[in-house]
């Protein structure tokens, strides 16, 4: 982790499915954006398309 704080679940599974699948990498939204040049808002959008899509590495919204 670049910022040393508690990331969520998607954040959690965004890390797995983009930067690293043995989870030696968690990044949250700000510091992944910031790694990949992506902006959070698209980083949020693509969790919820996967979601969506039925990824299994996000958990349903309630």
Known sequence: ???????????????LKC????????????CMAKETGASVHYLKEKVEFLREHGCTLFPPKK
């Open 1 to 15: 982790m670049h910022c040393k704080r508690i990331i969520d679940a998607d954040e959690y599974g965004l890390s």
């Open 19 to 30: 930067l690293d699948r043995a989870g030696n990498k968690l990044l949250c939204f700000e």
